[in-house]
């Protein structure tokens, strides 16, 4: 079993910015790709970023350029740095591992982020 806890979520002006960090515990050697989704209210649950376990990164087009997902090995943590932050990014962000045998990954609880305008 792996577990994720969110945390660094908040309320922000537009244009303002926030990181939000993963921690992994548990059965971390089993951790490979990690991401960021997000959840808006009324909207299906989208994926925001990933980080591979060599670090290679993706992002969705509506997030490029202005979030960043950065990976701490040694602290076992996945952070994403969001700046220029508009309106239509807020909702609920989730942290997900995937993992070596198992099929679904894990998900953390969530953390909200709200931005106003």
């Known amino acids: 079993q792996v577990q994720l806890v969110e945390s660094g979520g908040g309320l922000v002006q537009s244009g303002g910015s926030l990181r939000l960090s993963c921690a992994a515990g548990g059965v971390i050697f089993s951790i490979t790709t990690m991401e960021w989704y997000r959840q808006a209210p009324g909207k299906q649950r989208e994926l925001v970023a990933v980080?591979?376990?060599?670090?290679?990164?993706g992002y969705a087009d509506s997030v490029k350029g202005r979030f960043t997902i950065s990976r701490d090995f040694a602290k076992n943590t996945v952070d994403l740095q969001m700046d220029s932050l508009e309106p239509e990014d807020t909702g609920v962000y989730y942290c997900h591992a995937d993992a070596r045998n198992a099929p679904f990954g894990f998900w953390g609880q969530g953390t909200q982020v709200t931005v106003s305008s």
């Open positions: 980080i591979t376990g060599s670090g290679s990164t």
